[in-house]
C-alpha cells in the first residue's frame, strides 16, 4: 500500500510541472486590448449634432453635445471613433474639450 500511495503522489507530482499541462483550454482564443491610433490632425465639420464621449463607445459619459456646423480635430482613431479637440466660448470665456465621436 505504501508504495502505491508514493506513487500516486508522484504521478500528480510530475503531471503538474509538465510542460504539457496547462490550466487554460489550448483552444480558448485570447483577446488583446485595442489601441487608438495616432493620426494626422484632421479637421472636420460636424454634419448634425455630436455626443462627445469619455471613451470610445456608447457605454461611455457623454461629455457634452457639439452643435452642427461646428468644427472639431481629430487627434486619434479606435475602430469608427475619433478622439477630437472641440473649441468653443461661453460667457466670454474659452474652452477646449477633449472626447470621442
Known amino acids: ?12 507530482g510530475l503531471l503538474l510541472v509538465s510542460p504539457n499541462f496547462s490550466p487554460i483550454p489550448w483552444n480558448v482564443p485570447v483577446v488583446e486590448a485595442a489601441s487608438a491610433v ?12 455630436l455626443n462627445m464621449r469619455t471613451g470610445a463607445g456608447t457605454k461611455y459619459k457623454i461629455v457634452l453635445t457639439i452643435p452642427k456646423g461646428k468644427t472639431v480635430k481629430a487627434t486619434e482613431k ?6 477630437v479637440s472641440y ?10 474639450k477633449t472626447g470621442w465621436v
Not at 500500500?1 to 504521478?11: D, P, Q, R, T
Not at 495616432?38 to 449634432?49: C, E, F, R
Not at 473649441?87 to 477646449?96: H, M, V
Request: aromatic share 12%; net charge positive; proline share 2%.
Open 87 to 96: 473649441e468653443y466660448s461661453e460667457k466670454g470665456k474659452k474652452y477646449t
Open 78 to 83: 479606435l475602430g469608427d471613433w475619433y478622439k
Open 38 to 49: 495616432k493620426i494626422v490632425p484632421t479637421v472636420y465639420q460636424t454634419t448634425a449634432n
Open 1 to 12: 500500500m505504501k508504495k502505491m500511495g508514493k506513487s500516486i503522489v508522484l504521478s500528480t
